[in-house]
């Protein structure tokens, strides 16, 4: 009778202790706590923030598309195409003569979109695959292991360049190329924090119940892992937009008219030669400040969530 | 240690085997090619070029064909793009310049970030300490592209101490800047890493018993702590090394150093096929070497690993 | 005059939560070829008070008090004197034999360099007092092994060479701190006799730590007794065994079904170990004490009494 009883309240078990865990309020709401008093990590949310709405409602003070050429500036532009509030280019022009102010807000919108959404979508993927390496063991592991091993053997701008230099340089294919390159993203970590869990109580309650691998890995591994998914997550994004920030300065990324922080850096360290500094000065300006705030954040996000550094 | 060296050439081959199928396979299946271009050859002409090349024989007898050119002759084939030179005589001139900078790149890293790392460790929370987290934070916000152009602007443009580009035969007031600016977040890295390993180290009982017997500490650190601290620093040189290559890529564009990272970026944009696919192998057979060289000094420093080999 | 004198040994670490109280108020001497058992539970401080002999503590310690090695004080000695103090005169036997040996380092060089330090010797000079220091702890094959690495020896072994490496300079005072306690029973029988052997033929001093009383009773002349961090009682073995004058070496030899078990545990008194976050105002054992009257919570007793010493309130009749 009792046994009964005890099978009967297994499912509900299992869910409290899994829910235990981590969902327990008091993790995020003490690790929200902590983030909050690293002044520098807020300082930098804010300036992230910033940047972000930059990106989103920066072309509305535009005096200029992005890809419109002043031909008033067009042949003096070291002379006249610098940084002034007078003819509407803020940041000055570019060499062709294009606003430099609208090109930095395109920019930043694709370095920050590429950044966001290559950054969490690869390392959702390294996770699953992290996560399946560490519950399913065995020849699974081995296979994706050995996979790991090699792909971080090879420089990935190899595959990189060969991949977009035969199937274009949309955005697309630039967010695409950069999850494929990047399916190692907190692979290694996943899996080993799987691997300590899977033997926990909750997940053998959960497996004596029948419920599905699937359903064990996803409804009670993963929220249990969630807080290193989110540091590493932290640590990817400033990776993934360097990535294609150095790309792009090859000329194998983003293509024109539509620039990137990193393109525009490029043109800007071109031309820098012929004294029109600002060309460099602004892109790099805001891809320096966006480095700095994502090193910030997560290195907040690192002291708030890691148990190892309380 | 020779058993082991050719085992892992045994997994170095087959690896390769699979870059250079997939690669070939990636290139040839996507639509263009190195003679699509804007006004369409006449068919003729077009039949006529692909015959030079051999690309109208079928897929597979051309993957063959390619591979037993580089196993039995070392020939990469003819470029594409580049009307007179083979992939070989593009690697034969651009390689040793990569090379070269890199060996210089490397050597900064170590011969830079070890003795910075253990400074830190020694003087601990000094200012020697504070500096270098400031060039880790550094470094990382400012990657080798931002880096180098803030250089050329300082030591060329500003100061006109070193030349912003060209390579001139290798002398070193060309090889400088290259290298500093390939290295430089790496040698924040390995100082950072050696920092962290030396104070475990130094902290580990078989220090205590190298002071119970009342060696001197310039002794205990030389003789005991030096070859473990270094341990986890050779460790992390495998990816760096993966990272400087990519970095060199970037290096020969900017600098225009004449190495091999233009020939493969030109190849992306003109398609030439066997630039790129010649270029990639080159690339790989450049990290196993560099790893596998890792692992052997890796067995070298530690007995443990050493007696497994 | 003793060898060794410790006088009033205050030992305290810095911590996140304040200080920890390791060793309190400790004194005790060693004569010429004297062993001292020093023993206690885990946490009571004995590694410690060996550490800073040999001026080995962290650091985060803070030591008050005197640690007179032939007159000069160890604890303030500067470290190129007391450099030439260590391994020389006084050697020591870590606790944990198997991560005391440098994992990249020969043996012959570990042990070699010793010798090269202290008495200048050659490597090949060195070589052959290696040897001798090696075969002299019954290393089998020791000449074949001279230039194996630690992972290469088994447990037993590599404590026999971390024993080596006490002695190679024919110290006058040796620490051995549960040179025993990481090894199987059958090993640990081998090396108390071989330390026994050893030190009956070089007339060392030698303060032995442990939990093993066994060891003891057939081991060492005197005994003194740790509990957090204070000494409880001291006094000749003999003496101890026969007639324990303090209600914890009481409790510890009830523990012991058997003095001649080698195997006894000393954790066998219900309760748990003084929190150390203070200095001791009272009896530490106060709150396990089977004798313990409300004036023990108030008072420190002092150690008092002349050949068997005794920190307690409470006259030896009145105990249970
Ligand atoms: N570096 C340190 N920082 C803080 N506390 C320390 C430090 N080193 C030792 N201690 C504390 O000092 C106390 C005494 O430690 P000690 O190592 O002397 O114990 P012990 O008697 O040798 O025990 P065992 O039998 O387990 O070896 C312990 O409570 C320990 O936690
Ligand atoms: S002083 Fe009191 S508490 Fe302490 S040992 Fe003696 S009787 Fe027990
Ligand atoms: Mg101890």
């Known amino acids: ?310 | 240690m020779l058993n082991y060296t050719l085992r892992r050439l045994f997994t170095v081959v087959p690896t390769l085997l699979v870059l250079i199928v997939f690669s070939f396979y990636l290139m040839r299946l996507a639509p263009g090619g190195p003679f699509t271009s804007e006004k369409p050859l006449p068919p003729s002409v077009m039949a006529n070029v692909l015959e030079r090349y051999g690309m109208d024989e079928p897929l597979h007898v051309q993957l063959w064909t390619y591979i037993k050119n580089i196993v039995f002759h070392f020939d990469f084939g003819p470029s594409f793009s580049q009307k007179d030179r083979t992939v070989n005589d593009v690697i034969a001139q651009g390689f040793p310049v990569t090379l070269t900078y890199g060996f210089w790149s490397a050597v900064f890293v170590l011969a830079c970030g070890i003795p910075l790392g253990i400074i830190a460790a020694l003087r601990h929370n000094s200012f020697w300490d504070y500096s270098m987290t400031g060039l880790a934070i550094f470094s990382q916000i400012f990657p080798n592209f931002v880096l180098a152009p803030i250089m050329v602007l300082l030591f060329t443009l500003s100061w006109g101490l070193l030349p912003g580009g060209g390579w001139n035969g290798g002398q070193w007031e060309y090889i400088i800047m290259p290298a500093v600016a390939l290295g430089t977040s790496y040698m924040a890295g390995v100082a950072r890493l050696t920092r962290g390993s030396f104070l475990e180290v130094m902290n580990s009982p078989f220090i205590r018993t190298a002071r119970a017997k009342g060696l001197p500490e310039r002794t205990i650190i030389i003789r005991h702590a030096l070859k473990p601290a270094l341990l986890p620093t050779l460790t992390y040189m495998g990816p760096v090394f993966v990272y400087m290559i990519t970095g060199s890529v970037f290096i020969d564009v900017f600098f225009s150093t004449g190495g091999i990272g233009q020939d493969f970026i030109d190849g992306a944009y003109s398609r030439d096929y066997s630039m790129l696919l010649g270029l990639a192998i080159l690339y790989s057979v450049l990290t196993f070497t560099l790893n596998l060289l890792l692992d052997l000094a890796y067995a070298w420093i530690d007995p443990k690993v050493r007696s497994k080999l | 005059m003793s060898l060794l004198s410790v006088n009033n040994l205050n030992i305290r670490f810095r911590t996140g939560d304040g200080y920890v109280h390791a060793v309190n108020d400790v004194s005790f001497d060693i004569a010429k070829g004297q062993k001292l058992a020093v023993v206690g539970e885990s946490g009571s401080g004995k590694s410690q008070i060996a550490m800073s002999i040999m001026g080995l503590l962290a650091n985060n310690a803070e030591a008050e008090g005197e640690v007179l090695y032939e007159g000069q004080n160890l604890l303030t000695l500067p470290s190129a004197k007391l450099n030439r103090i260590r391994a020389k005169d006084i050697g020591i036997i870590f606790q944990d034999p198997m991560s005391s040996l440098n994992p990249y380092m020969r043996i012959e060089r570990q042990l070699g360099e010793v010798v090269e330090q202290h008495e200048g010797l050659s490597r090949s000079d060195a070589r052959k007092r290696v040897l001798e220091v090696m075969e002299a702890v019954q290393i089998p094959d020791a000449k074949n092994r001279l230039t194996a690495y630690p992972h290469e020896f088994s447990g037993g072994m590599r404590q026999r060479i971390v024993i080596a490496m006490a002695l190679i300079c024919k110290p006058k005072l040796i620490l051995a701190d549960e040179p025993t306690t990481a090894l199987d029973v059958t090993v640990q029988a081998q090396i108390m006799s071989l330390l026994d052997e050893i030190q009956r033929e070089l007339g060392t001093a030698v303060m032995l730590i442990t939990h093993d009383l066994g060891v003891v009773a057939g081991f060492c002349e005197d005994t003194l007794v740790l509990y957090g961090g204070r000494v409880m009682e001291a006094a000749p073995t003999l003496d101890l065994f026969d007639a324990p004058g303090h209600p914890y070496t009481r409790g510890l030899l009830r523990a012991v079904p058997n003095i001649s078990d080698a195997s006894a545990s000393l954790a066998a008194i219900p309760g748990s170990p003084p929190n150390q976050t203070r200095a001791p105002v009272a009896c530490p054992f106060a709150p396990r004490c089977v004798d313990a009257i409300p004036g023990c919570h108030q008072t420190l007793p002092e150690l008092t009494g002349d050949r068997q010493q005794r920190a307690c309130i409470r006259p030896v009749e009145e105990l249970t």
Request: glycine letters at 8%; hydrophobic letters at 50%; zero cysteines.
């Open chain 1, 1 to 310: 009778m009792s046994t009964a009883k005890k099978q009967m309240n297994a499912p509900a078990y299992a869910e409290a202790a899994a829910e235990e865990m981590i969902t327990s309020r008091s993790f995020w709401a003490d690790a929200r706590q902590r983030f909050l008093k690293n002044r520098m990590a807020v300082v930098s949310v804010l300036m992230l923030v910033l940047l972000v709405l930059f990106a989103i409602f920066g072309h509305s003070l535009a005096q200029w598309s992005y890809e419109e050429i002043d031909w008033n500036v067009l042949g003096k532009v070291k002379t006249e195409g610098g940084p002034t509030l007078a003819n509407g280019h803020y940041f000055g022009v570019d060499e062709l003569g294009r606003d430099l102010y609208a090109r930095v807000v395109q920019g930043s919108q694709t370095s920050l979109l590429v950044g966001f959404l290559a950054g969490t979508a690869s390392v959702i993927l390294g996770s699953v695959l992290g996560a399946t390496a560490g519950y399913f063991g065995g020849r699974t592991d081995q296979i994706i292991m050995g996979a790991y091993t090699i792909w971080l053997s090879i420089p990935y701008i190899i595959f990189f360049v060969v991949w977009q230099a035969f199937f274009g340089r949309s955005l697309t294919q630039m967010i695409l190329v950069i999850i494929l390159v990047n399916w190692t993203a907190g692979l290694l970590i996943v899996r080993g924090q799987v691997m300590m869990l899977k033997n926990r109580e909750f997940v053998d309650a959960a497996r004596m119940l029948g419920m599905s691998d699937f359903a064990i890995i996803f409804k009670h591994l993963m929220p249990n892992i969630l807080w290193v998914i989110v540091i590493y997550t932290s640590i990817v994004i400033p990776e993934v937009i360097m990535m294609e920030s150095l790309v792009s300065f090859l000329g194998v990324g983003i293509q024109e008219p539509n620039t990137s922080w990193g393109a525009l850096i490029s043109e800007g360290a071109r031309t820098m030669t012929f004294g029109t500094l600002w060309q460099l000065a602004f892109p790099a300006a805001f891809f320096v400040i966006a480095q700095v705030s994502l090193y910030y954040i997560g290195d907040g996000l690192r002291d708030a969530l890691d148990p190892k550094d309380r």
